[in-house]
């Protein structure tokens, strides 16, 4: 399967724990963006990366988010002391870069109890 | 910021019958793009479609950006097409920073 890979598909963590997504693009793309989605909304943006840089992270919330795409390896979205408010999918995509249709995974669905 | 309106909210259809969905944005944009996302999550990328008119299989998009609005056309339904229909734009070609809309959900009964 040459598509946008996710991982875990579904995630369950308690009020206070770590949360670690992971996402490897499709072959040959270099642009990776992360979306989330709260219950019948549409997708919100959240921060979009190339290998090593962060290029955008405008819709990350402030505080215990981060992320990365590291030179080898997959991105990896990482929260921190989640709360019962990060319960949502969060969705990667990668494309080609500017001007080119994006493709996303099959998301992770993350529930904190 | 860019405001994205979708219409109808909900439609519900019988196999066989054909539809159209459209998309409304409130400023001008450089990226337009479809999305289904089907009963089991997935999303799965129709048209990149910033203007103009494409078409792929049973299904085929129009943009008119000077009017600021898109169409997506459906012909002879099928129930694997049930699910949420997407519209997503950006309005300056650039961090894929797209804003969706709240999505028509497409019901096909057999």
């Known amino acids: 399967n040459a598509g946008v890979m996710q991982n875990p598909r579904h995630l369950v963590r308690r009020r206070g724990q770590e949360a670690r997504l992971r996402c490897s693009p499709m072959k040959g793309h270099s642009h990776v963006y992360w979306y989330r989605q709260l219950p019948e909304e549409g997708l919100k943006f959240m921060v979009y990366l190339q290998k090593e840089n962060i290029i955008d992270e405008s819709g990350m919330p402030k505080e215990r988010f981060s992320a990365e795409f590291p030179k080898e390896g997959p991105s990896i979205l990482r929260i921190q002391q989640v709360v019962r408010g990060d319960s949502a999918a969060y969705f990667c995509?990668?494309?080609?870069?500017?001007?080119?249709?994006?493709?996303f995974g099959n998301g992770t669905r993350l529930t904190v109890t | 910021g860019i405001q994205v309106e979708q219409s109808p909210p909900d439609l519900i259809l019988q196999e066989g019958a054909n539809s159209t969905l459209r998309c409304n944005f409130s400023?001008?944009?450089?990226?337009l793009q479809w999305f289904h996302q089907n009963p089991w999550g997935q999303l799965i990328n129709l048209f990149y479609?910033?203007?103009g008119t494409k078409q792929n299989g049973r299904l085929s998009a129009t943009t008119v950006a000077t009017e600021r609005y898109s169409l997506l056309y459906i012909s002879s339904s099928q129930t694997t097409d049930s699910g949420v229909y997407f519209c997503a734009v950006e309005k300056i070609q650039g961090a894929q920073k797209l804003v969706f809309g709240q999505g028509t959900r497409l019901t096909i009964n057999p």
């Open positions: 400023d001008s944009v450089n990226n």
């Open positions: 479609i910033p203007s």
């Open positions: 995509a990668s494309s080609l870069g500017v001007g080119s249709p994006l493709h």
